[in-house]
């Protein structure tokens, strides 16, 4: 369900959802993100933390995930613990494009772990044009497509899930192409 039916047809497609679930996001878990930042290049642990509701320092600068790992939420936590995440910053137009919370939470983390690649992704805070929420549907994909294209997310994959993900790359990449053409 859209939250703005105004700015309709700013979502992603359910064959979309769908099929990058099986193709990519399934494989989105706490180690596979620490491990994404090392091959990256970042020089600082990457802090990750399990929310239970309550907040202090030591969540500062951190993903968190929250929930379980089925159903789970990831967002990020910035040095003045403000939050960033699909849900906490009102990104998304469509309730069930809500899936994508480690995109959001991994490109914040880079602001501030690997500013050089931060700096590729603009994300709208609490959209309110369609302009906007195109924008942050857009910037979502090419993270997508940026991590495939870098030959990281293969290296990473293939260490965590080594017989599951044989050709899902490419597939995941394709589709990611369409759903880019699609906006």
């Given at each position: ?90 990104l998304l137009n469509n309730e069930t494009d809500e899936g994508v919370c480690h995109s959001i939470a991994m490109i914040y983390s880079l602001k501030d772990y690997l500013p050089k690649y931060g700096k590729l992704f603009k994300i709208t805070l609490n959209p309110q044009t369609k302009e ?52």
């Amino acid at each position: 369900m859209n939250k703005y039916p105004e700015i309709e047809g700013i979502n992603f497609s359910e064959n979309f959802r769908e099929r990058m679930y099986n193709y990519m996001w399934q494989y989105f878990n706490l180690d596979v993100i620490q491990d994404i930042f090392y091959g990256l290049g970042s020089k600082d642990e990457l802090n990750i933390q399990k929310y239970s509701g309550m907040f202090n320092d030591k969540f500062k600068k951190s993903i968190c995930f929250k929930g379980d790992e089925k159903d789970g939420h990831y967002f990020y936590v910035d040095k003045n613990l403000r939050l960033y995440g699909t849900f906490e910053s009102n990104l998304l137009n469509n309730e069930t494009d809500e899936g994508v919370c480690h995109s959001i939470a991994m490109i914040y983390s880079l602001k501030d772990y690997l500013p050089k690649y931060g700096k590729l992704f603009k994300i709208t805070l609490n959209p309110q044009t369609k302009e906007q929420f195109k924008n942050n549907y857009l910037n979502i994909l090419n993270f997508y497509k940026w991590l495939i294209e870098s030959k990281i997310w293969d290296y990473v994959i293939k260490f965590h899930f080594p017989n599951e993900t044989i050709g899902k790359s490419k597939k995941a990449l394709k589709l990611i192409q369409e759903e880019i053409k699609r906006f």
